[in-house]
């Protein structure tokens, strides 16, 4: 905290030098005005006009009512569906004006989320006063002085902030001057973790302690938000528990529940093939891309769709809104995914299938499944099945596995509050010393006695994506345009940026297979263009096995 204070306070001292005090900072509208903007577009919700509605305006009200509280940690425990995006903002604006703090973060696991999330605080509370921070957004540098949000990127000092789990943590555990240059600006605020069980697992415990520092020693305020609520309470320091927003958790599970789950034990892929093929809208989840692949392939006749991430962004985003459209007109629609559609896609089919996986993953499945609530929960069903043994379960969902069967072994409904209770704690406890893989804590405690911290080594240790990915950059459409620019010797962040939506992000191994078959060119910034077309597929994305040079699909 005391290197980012004296870090930003050079950056910004150096800066109105070197600008003779021209640069725009600032100019932002107070906590207090952002408020009152939320009430007003708030009061449009009231009376409100049937049951649903009426169940989202008393969370809303309950969090409202508990802006009033004091500073410290909280969890909000809300079922998808409830309203809390803008029932936690309520919370956290009324906090801070409550409480004289100075902004409001908000922290989120995927770019997706983050985009409509920031799409949507931007329509309530002005648009200059929202900053859209991660490695997918580049704000224009064009015109004098560029968008002041580019400045605001670098020191967070803005009154609303939303961002990733990857920028924040990364930033918080830094040791680079401009990562950790926006530290103090997380102080005196409030802090929203949304959909907190995607916390990253082997960095939990000093994510979690974190947490807690920033409540107990900077005067911050953190929310940890879901419909599935881990259990963190053993993770957090002696004496500090978390308080729930809104309490009556399983009366809001018994009211929005809009599913039933039902098992069908082992299927082979053409028996689920068969089990979709009988269904005229229905999603389909699996673990791995091989999988989504053939079951995809099986299917027959018009509105089939695969979605995996060999498919590149804007690829994703056009078949996306493909499903969108012909699920609205009630139009076949058989898509078959990996877990990529769990989490900030609105689809809303009548049936759904899960592959085995955590519950988090499974419940997140079920949101996808009469998410309207437009039918009865007792015909909006969610199977759940095990892939025969043809694909081997990803080590990384290995104990999420264990942990999900123990929770449920008695028949339990996964998505109950109990139920969900059950399987983290079950998951914390299989996992042990993992959820501090790098061994963190125990490191800056060793430096406690002689104040010698491990800054620099655990920052070199502490990162939340940890694969080894090649970025493939895909010549379709407007990436076509975009690889003769790189090609030409173009450089610039809003270029790469740009790239960013064409290309497939690829392991190791299969980025090797290509090259060797000379299906890539190299660019610099780390990008290499696919040079062989027939190696991506309109429907299945691009083909990470290559052979002579020319793709198969398998």
Partial sequence: MLFSCLVDADYLDTEAFMSAGGVRRGGYEPIAVLRERLKAHTAGFFPPRNPLNAKRCVILRTCEAAGAWGRGLYTLTVPTGGGKTLASLAFALEHAVRHGMERVTYVIPYSSIIEQTAEVFREVLGDGNVLEHHSGYEYDDSGEGGDPRRLAAENWDVPVVVTTNVQFFQSLFASKPSRCRKIHSIANSVIIFDEAQMLPQPYLRPCVRAIAELVRSYRSTCVLCTATQPNLGPLLPEGMDAQELCPDTEALYEFFRRVRYEQLGQLSDEALARLLQSHNQVLCVVSTRKQAQTVFRLLEGEGCFHLSILLYPEHRGRVLSQIQERLRQSLPCRVVSTSLVEA????DFPTVYRAEAGL???????????????????ESVV??????GAYR???SLRLPVEAATMATQTGEDPSAPATIAAYFTTLHSLRGDALDSKRVVERFEAGLPSMSFPFASVAEDFRLIEEDTRSVLIPNGRG??????LRQGERSRALLRAAGRFCV??????????????ALEALDGGVYLLTDPNLYAEDTGLAPE???GRGFFA
């Fill in 480 to 485: 076509r345009e975009l690889a003769e620019r």
């Fill in 360 to 378: 988090d993953s499974v419940i997140q499945a079920g949101g996808r499944c009469n998410r309207e609530g437009r039918r009865s929960p007792e």
């Fill in 344 to 347: 900030g896609v609105d689809l």
């Fill in 546 to 548: 290559a052979e002579e």
């Fill in 505 to 518: 992000s690829l392991y190791p191994q299969h980025f090797e297979e290509l090259d060797r078959a000379g």
């Fill in 383 to 388: 199977y759940l099945f095990r892939p025969d």
């Fill in 393 to 395: 379960l990803p080590v």
